[in-house]
DNA sequence: CGGATGACGGGTC
DNA sequence: AGACCCGCCATCC
């Protein structure tokens, strides 16, 4: 556990329920723009240090759900999304720009 | 102790 | 348009 990744969940604590973002702009937010891959990383350790975390919330930049084998089911990602209002098909976000949230604001 | 390994992304060709 | 390259660095084994 270090400051990047308490960082980087301190982020996605605060995405809005039926909105997602990417670990490129996690990334970008916390001025380390070439790290996106830190920030998966500590996304797959998340549930580790806060299994509570809505990680199902971020995506990557094309809104493919790249990380939904880590979760329980392989459809437990995009379950957790449609439950949130967000069309999910193949593997994909719809309306992606739509729902998209900048961690910066 | 050191090399392989990623929930990535921007750039190049 | 699409395939490929490479920086990034904490963990794993």
Same mark, same amino acid.
């Given at each position: 556990m270090n400051e990047f990744y308490l960082k980087v969940y301190e982020i996605v604590r605060q995405i809005p329920k039926g909105r997602v973002t990417t670990y490129g702009a996690i990334a970008k937010c916390l001025g +380390?723009? /070439?790290?996106a891959r830190l920030v998966g990383y500590a996304m797959n350790l998340s549930h580790r240090y806060d %299994?509570?975390?809505? +990680?199902? /919330?971020v995506v990557n930049r094309n809104g493919?759900?790249?990380?939904?084998?880590?979760?329980?089911? %392989?459809d437990r990602m995009q379950k957790l999304l449609e439950s949130e209002g967000i069309i999910v098909k193949n593997n994909q976000i719809q309306n992606f720009e739509n729902v998209f949230w900048n961690p910066c604001q």
């Amino acid at each position: 556990m270090n400051e990047f990744y308490l960082k980087v969940y301190e982020i996605v604590r605060q995405i809005p329920k039926g909105r997602v973002t990417t670990y490129g702009a996690i990334a970008k937010c916390l001025g +380390a723009t /070439r790290s996106a891959r830190l920030v998966g990383y500590a996304m797959n350790l998340s549930h580790r240090y806060d %299994p509570t975390l809505p +990680a199902h /919330r971020v995506v990557n930049r094309n809104g493919l759900l790249t990380g939904k084998h880590h979760f329980e089911t %392989p459809d437990r990602m995009q379950k957790l999304l449609e439950s949130e209002g967000i069309i999910v098909k193949n593997n994909q976000i719809q309306n992606f720009e739509n729902v998209f949230w900048n961690p910066c604001q």
